[in-house]
Nanobody
């Protein structure tokens, strides 16, 4: 299993970024996927999850209405569209593969992780 994130960088408050996660080594369309983030000195936290088919999504309250998770099963790629960015969104953002087709918010329900992509929101 390999998960490779991209798209992070520096954005101004109110700006946008789009993260991508290229997946390989497993049947991407059979598993739920998620995005997590970890800021310095804080626990890794759930950001958003999506079912295997892409029909169902869950977003953390802190990003609801600003971030949107999506996937393209034909391209084996997961996305996170991040709008209206805030300084508190600054963190290392990780893509993760779920154990099953169902979305979970707990970290221990994900069995493979990417290396992370840094998002920094600052003026």
């Amino acid at each position: 299993v390999q998960l490779v994130e991209s798209g992070g960088g520096l954005a101004q408050p109110g700006g946008s970024l789009r993260l991508s996660c290229a997946a390989s080594g497993f049947t991407f369309s059979s598993y739920a996927m998620g995005w997590f983030r970890q800021a310095p000195g804080k626990e890794r936290e759930f950001v958003a999850g999506i079912t295997a088919s892409g029909a169902g999504t869950v977003h953390a309250d802190s990003v609801k209405g600003r971030f949107t998770i999506s996937r393209d099963n034909a391209k084996n790629t997961l996305y996170l569209q991040m709008n209206s960015l805030k300084p508190e969104d600054t963190a290392l953002h990780y893509c993760a593969k779920g154990y099953s087709r169902t979305i979970y918010t707990a970290r221990d329900k994900y069995d493979a992780w990417g290396q992370g992509t840094q998002v920094t929101v600052s003026s």
